[in-house]
Structure formats: C-alpha cells, structure tokens
C-alpha cells in the first residue's frame, strides 16, 4: 500500500510531469491563458492517462511480450482512441466546455505526457494498481502546474510588465521560477 | 499549391532549405517541440543526439508523407501519419541502441517521445503532404538542422553554466563553481526564456 502512496506522491510533486520530466508543455503554455479552461483540459487529460495506463498494462501484460517492437505503435493507437472517446463524450456533456478547450482536446493525442507516462510505465515495470497511482499523481500533478501558471498568468496580466518582455518569454521565465519552487519537494523521496 | 508542381528551381529549393535554419527556426522561432527540447539539452552530447535523432526521423517521415500523401483519405491522414512516424521512432530507437547503447540510456524515454514531437507532425501536415518530394526533404533537412542547432545552443549553454564543462571536457578547472540550477528543470525554462527575450529584445529594435 504505501508505495502506491509514494508513487502517487512521486508523481505529483516531486517528479512532476511538467515542470521537472517537461512532459506536456504544449497545452502547459497555449491552454494556461485562463484558469477555468486550464483546470477543466487537467482534469480531461487526466481522464486519458487513467484509459492509457490501463490499456497499457493489458498491452503489455497480454500481448506485448511476444511483439516488443510493436510497443510504440500499439501505445500511439490505443492513445488516439481514448482521446477520440473522451472527447465524444466531452462534447456530449458539455458543449461549451469542448469549444473552449477547441484544438487543444485532439492535441491530447499528441501530448507527451500521456505516451510518457506508458512508457515510464513499462520501463519501471508498474503492475495495475500501481499504474492507476501513476495515472492519478501525474494527472493531477498536470493539472496543479496548469492551475498554477493559469494563476500566474492571470495575475500577470494586470500586472506591469514590459511590452519586450509578454509572450512566450514571460512565460518561460514564470515556469523556470515555478520549477524551481517545486525543486523544493525534492527531498521528500529520499528519506 | 497542387500535385501537378513542376520540378521546383533551385531558387524556390534554397529557399525552403533555409528558412528553417534560422528565420523559421521550430525551436526559437515557432516553438515547437518543447519537451525535447527542454528534457534532454543538460548536456551537449544528449543535445545533439536528439537534435539529431529528430532530424533523422524528420527526413524520413517528410519524404515518405510527400510521396503518400495524395492516395491518403482526408479524414484518416492524421492517424496515418502517426502511424508513420511511430513506425519509423521504432527503427531509430533500435538503431541508436545498437550503435550507441550510453546515448540510448541517457536519452531514454525521450527519444521514444519523438512520436509526439508536434514539429514532425506539423511539417508533415504543413509542408510534406502538399510538396514534391524534393522540396518535402529539403524542408525536413532545414529545419531540422536549425532544430538541431537550436538544442545545441541551449545543451552547450547549460552544460556550461552548470556543469563547467562542454561535450564533457572540463573548460574551468577546480575554481569554478557551478550554476547547478542550469543543469536541473528550472535551467531550461530559464536559458530558453532569456534567449526568447534577447530574440524579442533585437525584434523590436530592428522592427523601430
């Protein structure tokens, strides 16, 4: 039980998806432009790592064995599924919710985190219980950076920062700090 | 642009081959591909394999896009060319681990991560799909060169600030004391943020 604990909480601060592996910078920096949307396509992507680490652990305790070169394919295809079904889902639901997210609920596909964290698992050797941990704490580790840089951003905008300075820049510069803040909980794991 | 292209003249052909390099660089310019860019330019050397790397799958995934992309229903062409790219990550992940297994080990996760890199998927659906092949290579061949200067740039810079060292030779000696935080996460966002912001800074007063 407690290293379920301690992968979930791996996952969630200390080895965070994004600020310290940079998986999933792409909706990191073009969804965090307002908090409600960033916390909602967390919460989705979310969705999509339980699928995948599921579907991951039957891939690869089933049938992967015998075809490990198939590994790569078999991941991307069973990815681009769970997206296609979350957001059919997403759109019957919730229709306003599926115009802001727009482009970026297909981009999940393309989202590393979501083909980092099958991965991540197959190379650590999760078992099932172990992978739902995973999915969970970087799921929501996601969702915490996202929360927090939409936060950022937010207040930023009213905020006087020099015209030289907005943009993709600022942005950087505002996740290197937040990065560095989360440097912080690196100490956790060691005792 | 349409299929029935005539063979490009070497002028359109340079142009195409060398807007990537540097005015449409994917890394410093377009953004794109960060992840990589981020997670493996600690060092010059992991720089420079995955820039490499990268570029490998690029060209390759560029020429067989331009070459398939017109028998390609409309409706199924994004999964084609995943399909595509997966296939052909799969043959540079076994082949780097056979030529070069401390690489491999070093890159880890992250060259399997080329799949998703949105910089192949975006030239292929960009460029390749509507290019000859000629002009789809050379597309490939630019920008993933400027990609891979790109992540040389930030690898060297890093492993400067934060180790003393380049490609693994000491530059310093023992009085040097090194910026440790340019090797950890936070060093990336923050070289890559201030080379954006010197990007942006010359922007403005060339465009005044």
């Known amino acids: ?136 704490g970087g799921g929501g ?30 942005n950087l510069l505002l996740a290197g700090i937040l990065a560095m803040a989360f440097m912080g909980f690196a100490g956790l794991l060691s005792t | 642009m349409t299929t029935t292209t005539p063979p490009a003249d070497p002028s359109r052909a340079y142009q195409e081959f ?29 720089a420079l394999a995955m820039g490499s790397a990268t570029m490998v799958v690029l060209m390759c995934s560029s020429l067989l896009i331009s070459l398939i992309g017109r028998f390609v229903p409309n409706q199924v062409r994004i999964s084609t060319y995943v399909v595509v790219i997966a296939t052909l990550v799969t043959v540079v992940d076994f082949t780097l681990q056979a030529l070069a297994p401390a690489v491999h080990k070093e890159l880890g996760a992250f060259l399997a991560l080329i799949v998703v890199n949105c910089l192949i998927l975006g030239r292929a659906e960009a460029f390749a799909a509507k290019n000859p092949p000629g002009l789809a290579v050379l597309d490939a061949l630019g920008m993933g060169i400027g990609f891979t200067f790109a992540l040389s740039c930030l690898g060297m810079l890093r492993e400067v600030l934060g180790n003393g ?24 966002f923050l070289v890559l943020g201030v080379i954006l912001l010197l990007f942006s800074v010359f922007g403005t007063r060339k465009a005044s």
């Open chain 1, 1 to 136: 039980m407690s290293d379920l604990v301690w992968i979930f909480i791996s996952a969630l601060v200390v080895n965070n998806f994004t600020l310290s592996y940079f998986l999933g910078l792409c909706p990191f920096f073009g969804v965090s432009g307002k908090l409600v949307t960033a916390f909602r396509l967390g919460i989705a992507t979310t969705f999509v790592l339980l699928i995948t680490s599921i579907a991951t652990w039957t891939l690869n305790t089933f049938v992967l064995e015998r075809f490990p070169y198939l590994r790569l394919l078999a991941f991307i295809v069973v990815i681009a599924s769970a997206v296609q079904f979350v957001e059919m889902v997403i759109k019957k639901t919730s229709p306003a919710l599926f115009a802001a997210l727009g482009i970026f609920l297909p981009l999940i596909t393309t989202n590393c985190a979501v083909l980092g964290l099958a991965l991540f698992q197959t190379s650590r050797g999760y078992g099932f219980w172990q992978g739902i941990a995973f999915a969970l």
């Open chain 2, 165 to 188: 060292s380049l490609f693994g030779f000491d530059l310093f000696g023992p009085s040097f004391e090194p910026w440790v935080v340019m090797v950890l996460p936070p060093g990336g």
């Open chain 2, 18 to 46: 060398v807007k990537g390099i540097w005015k449409e660089n994917p890394a410093f310019v377009q953004v794109l591909g960060m992840c990589p860019t981020l997670a493996v330019t600690n060092s010059a050397i992991n």
């Open chain 1, 141 to 170: 580790g996601l969702t915490l950076a996202l929360v927090l840089m939409a936060s950022l951003r937010e207040e930023a905008r009213l905020s006087d920062v020099p015209a030289v300075v907005r943009g993709t820049a600022f």
